[in-house]
């Protein structure tokens, strides 16, 4: 026993007052009314979180790291990533991010390619809009990023506003480009997705992008980080500072902001789960992760095995998946007209866009 307890005070005290709690309850009949006071009326005790109850699902099929020996389970060619899509859509996904390969599996910009995979998925779905990876990485691949755009087979695409190492390449995203790709998407008519992996890229987005007047809020961000270079998020202290950091940082640059985070790298599932407590969006799939979980080594057997695993956390947690049509209205896109071309586009400036 812990000589260090004053026994013979405690003894006295018990004594004196007896081994009673102190319990006075003022509001009687209620001991504890979780939705009112008896002392102030109409008081809201215990307010309701401003959470937005439709949540955004979106399944990225394949992107440009992962291959075969990576995961064997990863869609490669067009029928693999089109069969693919299509069943994250049958399983409720909001929307789906298209990457394509060529035949020996590394990432391409290739109109055709696009075309293959986005067409049939946008068949029989009016509302559908498709987002899209278009990295400008080899020469002449500016002119088929036009290409793609021009075709209006993406609604939406991804600007980096980064200089990181992702894993062992070095990928960055010089100023002139990152300006001349958000002009161009929005001439297009195209939303722009500010692609951040680190804090210091929502600095650069919001000088570059926000400050210049070049891309108007309400803003959408995609966060993608715990991947090599990226955030690090080795541990679930790491997840939650690094994630609450970085949407912080979004918020300081515009509080209406759109945030959807990857379920990537390690983190994988739980930062979906994290994501989803916080009120945000989420991407999950083959592109950012091989695994399911931080703690075991399980791959993920398809990207609708993904969209399942986010769509239980979704229903768990109170919330439910985005439509394509609320999808469609909570990043600005306009609707589709029913009777017109699925890739059909008016090709006007996005308001607050202006040409550098």
Known sequence: MDDRINWDRVEKAAKREGRKIVWKPYGFPEVLDPFASAFVNGLDVAPRWQLPDPVIVSAAITGAFFSKKTNPAQPLTTGEIRASAEECLDAGASTVHIHVRDDRGYNILDQERFREVIEPLRAGRPDLAVDGCLVPALEGWWERIKLVLD?????????????????????????????????????????????????????????????????????????????????????????????????????????????????????????????????????????????????????????????????????????????????????????????????????EVVPGAQKH
């Open 151 to 347: 075709a209006g087979l993406l609604d939406s695409t991804p600007v980096n506003t980064t200089a990181v190492y992702t894993g062992d390449t070095l990928f960055a995203k010089p100023i002139h480009v990152m300006l001349e790709k958000a002009r161009l998407i929005q001439e297009c008519g195209a939303k722009v997705q500010i692609a951040v992996y680190t804090d210091a890229d929502v600095d650069n987005a919001r000088r570059y992008l926000v400050d210049s007047g070049l891309v108007a809020k309400p803003l959408y961000w995609i966060v993608l980080p715990a991947l090599p270079g990226c955030s690090p998020m080795h541990n679930p202290r790491q997840m939650i500072e690094g994630l609450t950091r970085m949407v912080n940082s979004i918020r300081d640059v515009d509080e209406r902001s759109i945030i959807m985070v990857c379920a990537a790298g390690r983190a994988s599932t739980y930062l979906t789960a994290l994501a989803l407590i916080m009120g945000l969006h989420v991407r999950v799939g083959m592109e950012d992760s091989v695994w399911l979980w931080p703690h075991r080594d399980d791959l993920i057997t398809s990207n609708a095995q993904h969209v399942r695993l986010a769509a239980n956390l979704v229903q768990t947690l109170g919330r439910r998946i985005a439509t394509q049509a609320e999808y469609r209205d909570l990043i600005g896109l306009p609707s589709r007209a029913r009777g017109q071309s699925d890739i059909a586009r008016t090709h």
